[in-house]
Structures are given as structure tokens and as C-alpha cells.
């Protein structure tokens, strides 16, 4: 049986094998990307940004396509009717010959497409707070944007979820919807990490959440977790949102079971809601005491003697 609230230190797919049919309305995660340069020494790998994982399979283009619809056919067996896929993905860092291993993650989009029951409902652009210049190439960009793939079942084009909100009615009776851009821009990371140094942020979770957990109670699972960056994120939300994780690495299961529970032992209550969708506008901060917030998603009772921040709209 998979619980909520835990990171199950293991291979992601023996994680789902034991989870309920439908039982996740969300699926959000930045996977390996199969991309970076690996060297013979852990230590040295490590200390080297091309290389962002302590524990990582290497797999050659072939296998790792193979492996990435392996995952998209077991995230139909539990993703809930109309549920989505989050899928942050980035190409390759190095352009030499041994590169068009790079082409990966471009094609292995493309494939997923073609033999599973998924296709790309939504692209979301990244924008990161900050990157590295590239000074060493004289046609390659710098990159300081990633994309996030939206994906949902062939099926379910139309009607899969997302928090569009309706603000009007046509004399037809079609309705319109409020408009939220395919357009995210939130930090890199949420601080440095010897075991993890692919890029990934608790406000980038928030900011897909936002736009995609409809409702209270509904289950995240994040199948690479790294070092906890989903959870925090659920955690953050005035959603109620639960959270499952896998992740192989028992380094980063400790990390991330260490700073989950730092989070939640802390003094300030470190919330998320955004301007329009998840919550009521406060013109100041609320009062020490009992906030309520509507729609019916959070009522917080703060401890006389802890001073609850509570600003709607921002990620402290």
C-alpha cells in the first residue's frame, strides 16, 4: 500500500505498481534528463554541474526513450480520469559529436506521443531567475528558460483540468474563461544541494499547481523527487494538496525527508496562493488568530505565540 505524505526510497516504477488505479490526479516532475557528461570519479562527478545526480543509470537514446514510455504507460494506470502530467524537461548541454545524444529529450517527446495513450495538451515556458552566461560558443544562446510539457490523455483533450476560471456568458451560451498564460517565471532552486544540482524550485511547483490542482485533497505524485522540491511545494499550497514521492537515492531520501520536516516544524507558515484563483485578496496581512479564506481551502489557527505571515500571492 503507497501512503501519502511519504517518499518511498526505491525505482519509481515499483512504487506505482503498488498504488490504487487512478489514485493520482497530478503527476509533476523534472526527470534525469540523460543529457549531462558523466566522468569515472563520484567525488569529482559531484563537484561538476554537468553531472546532476548522485545516482543515475546510464542508458544510451534508444534506452532511455524506451524507458520514458515505459513511465508514461504506468502513469495511465494511476493518473485519475482528466488528471495531467507536469513534465519539466530541458535539452542538452554539450554540442560536440558525442552530443546528438542531446536530441533525446526532443525526441523522446515526440515518442511518448506516438506510443502511449498521452499527447501534449499545453507547453509551458520557464523562465529562471537567473543562468549561467555561455561565453565559450559563438552561436549558442544562454539559456534561462525551460519548458514544461503539459500532458493528458488523447481522450481527454478537452477536458482534462486546469483552474480557468469562468467570467462570462455568450448570448449562444459559450462560456468564456479567464486567460492564464503559458508564460511561468520562478527561481532556479531553492538553494544549493551537493547530491542534486539539476534545476527545480518549490516556486515553480506552486506556480503549476496553481494552475492545474482544481481542487482540495487531491494527490501529487512526483516519481524523481529528488531532494523534496514537489513536497515542499504541496506543502505550501492553501490547497490542502497531498503528496507521494519515489526516488532511488537514499542520500536524497534523507535530504529530502530532513528538510521536509525543518518545513514543517518551522515557526512561520510558509503558504502559497495566487491573486485570482486559490484565494480572497487581503489588502494586509491577516490578524494573529483564526483566517479563513475562500473558497473553502484553508482554516488556520495561528499559536498565540508564533506570528503567522500570510501574504497571498508570494512565496516567502
Not at 87 to 104: I, K, P
Not at 217 to 234: E, K, R
Request: glycine share 6%.
Amino acid at each position: 500500500m503507497v501512503e501519502t505524505g511519504q517518499i518511498y526510497c526505491e525505482d519509481c516504477m515499483a512504487t506505482m505498481e503498488r498504488m490504487e488505479p487512478k489514485s493520482v490526479d497530478i503527476v509533476l516532475t523534472s526527470p534525469p534528463y540523460n543529457t549531462g557528461k558523466h566522468y569515472s570519479s563520484t567525488e569529482r562527478s559531484l563537484s561538476r554541474y554537468e553531472t546532476r545526480y548522485d545516482v543515475y543509470e546510464d542508458r544510451s537514446a534508444d534506452e532511455y526513450i524506451s524507458w520514458c514510455i515505459s513511465l508514461f504507460n504506468m502513469f495511465d494506470k494511476i493518473l485519475a480520469k482528466n488528471g495531467v502530467i507536469l513534465w519539466n524537461v530541458s535539452y542538452g548541454t554539450s554540442r560536440d559529436a558525442e552530443a546528438l545524444q542531446a536530441d533525446v529529450m526532443i525526441n523522446c517527446v515526440s515518442d511518448i506521443i506516438r506510443n502511449t495513450p498521452f499527447s501534449i495538451g499545453d507547453k509551458i515556458i520557464w523562465k529562471k531567475s537567473f543562468a549561467l552566461p555561455n561565453n565559450v560558443s559563438k552561436n549558442a544562446l544562454t539559456r534561462i528558460c525551460e519548458d514544461v510539457f503539459v500532458f493528458a490523455r488523447k481522450g481527454e483533450m478537452k477536458t482534462y483540468h486546469a483552474n480557468k476560471r469562468i467570467v462570462g456568458r455568450r448570448a449562444t451560451g459559450q462560456l468564456s474563461f479567464g486567460n492564464i498564460y503559458n508564460f511561468v517565471q520562478a527561481k532556479n532552486s531553492d538553494g544549493t544541494c551537493p547530491l542534486n544540482k539539476a534545476t527545480f524550485s518549490s516556486d515553480l511547483v506552486c506556480k503549476l499547481l496553481d494552475i492545474y490542482a482544481y481542487a482540495p485533497n487531491l494527490v501529487v505524485y512526483d516519481p524523481f523527487m529528488g531532494t523534496g522540491t514537489t513536497a515542499i511545494g504541496c506543502e505550501k499550497m492553501l490547497k490542502s494538496l497531498r503528496w507521494i514521492g519515489s526516488e532511488m537515492s537514499k542520500a536524497q531520501c534523507e535530504w529530502s525527508r530532513d528538510r521536509i520536516s525543518k518545513f514543517m516544524n518551522q515557526g512561520t507558515l510558509q503558504l502559497f496562493a495566487s491573486d485570482d484563483r486559490n484565494a480572497m485578496l487581503y489588502d494586509k496581512k491577516p490578524e494573529l488568530g483564526k483566517v479563513d479564506v475562500e473558497p473553502a481551502m484553508v482554516n488556520i489557527t495561528a499559536d498565540p505565540v508564533l506570528y503567522m505571515t500570510l501574504d497571498l500571492g508570494l512565496i516567502f
